[in-house]
C-alpha cells in the first residue's frame, strides 16, 4: 500500500535530481527497501512523503558517492527555469536558459550543505517548509530562512556573472 501510493512522488524526486529513468528506478527502489527496514524508526512527527524523501535524498548523495560524482551535476532546471521564466523557445532563449541552468550548478555545489539541502526539499520534492524543517530536523522558520539565504545567495552570483 504505502509502495504503491508513494512510488509515484518519490521516483518523480529522484528523476528530478538525477535525470535518468533507470537510475530513478534503481535510486526509488533502494529508498523503499531502506524505508522497510527502517519503518520501526518512523515515529510519525512527520509526514510519510516527507521521511521517504528524507531518506531518498540520503540515498541519492550515496549514489553520488560512490559514483564519485559531484553535486554540480544535479539537474536544476527547476531554479534556473524560475530565472528564466520569461523565455521563449528561440534558440538564443533556449541556449540562455542552459548556460543559466549550468551556472546554477556549479554554484549550488558552492553553497554549504545545510543551504543545498534546503534546496532540494523545497523544489525537487515540493516540500512545504514544515516538511522540509521536520526532515531535516529544524524549525519551520529556520527552514524559510536558509532558503531565502539560498536563493539570495544564487541570485547574487548569477545577478554578478550575468550582469543583471
Given at each position: 500500500m504505502i509502495y504503491t501510493e508513494y512510488f509515484p512522488r518519490v521516483y518523480a524526486f529522484?528523476?528530478?535530481?538525477?535525470?535518468d529513468e533507470s537510475t530513478a528506478e534503481e535510486l526509488t527502489q533502494e529508498t523503499f527497501l531502506q524505508?522497510?527496514?527502517s519503518f520501526y524508526r518512523f515515529r510519525g512527527d512527520s509526514e510519510l512523503f516527507?521521511?521517504?524523501?528524507?531518506?531518498?535524498?540520503?540515498?541519492?548523495?550515496t549514489?553520488?558517492?560512490?559514483?564519485r560524482l559531484q553535486l554540480g551535476a544535479i539537474n536544476l532546471d527547476l531554479l534556473a527555469d524560475a530565472v528564466c521564466a520569461d523565455a521563449a523557445?528561440?534558440?538564443?532563449e533556449v541556449a540562455e536558459r542552459h548556460a543559466v541552468q549550468e551556472s546554477v550548478r556549479r554554484l549550488l555545489?558552492?553553497?554549504p550543505e545545510k543551504y543545498r539541502d534546503v534546496v532540494m526539499l523545497r523544489l525537487y520534492a515540493d516540500l512545504p517548509f514544515a516538511e522540509v524543517a521536520a526532515a531535516l530536523k529544524i524549525s519551520?522558520?529556520?527552514?524559510?530562512?536558509?532558503y531565502h539565504r539560498a536563493k539570495k545567495?544564487?541570485?547574487e552570483e548569477l545577478k554578478d556573472e550575468y550582469k543583471l
Open positions: 529522484l528523476y528530478r535530481l538525477c535525470k524505508a522497510f527496514t516527507t521521511w521517504l524523501a528524507s531518506i531518498a535524498k540520503h540515498v541519492f548523495y549514489y553520488l558517492r560512490k559514483n523557445d528561440s534558440p538564443e555545489d558552492k553553497i519551520e522558520n529556520s527552514a524559510k530562512v536558509i545567495m544564487l541570485f
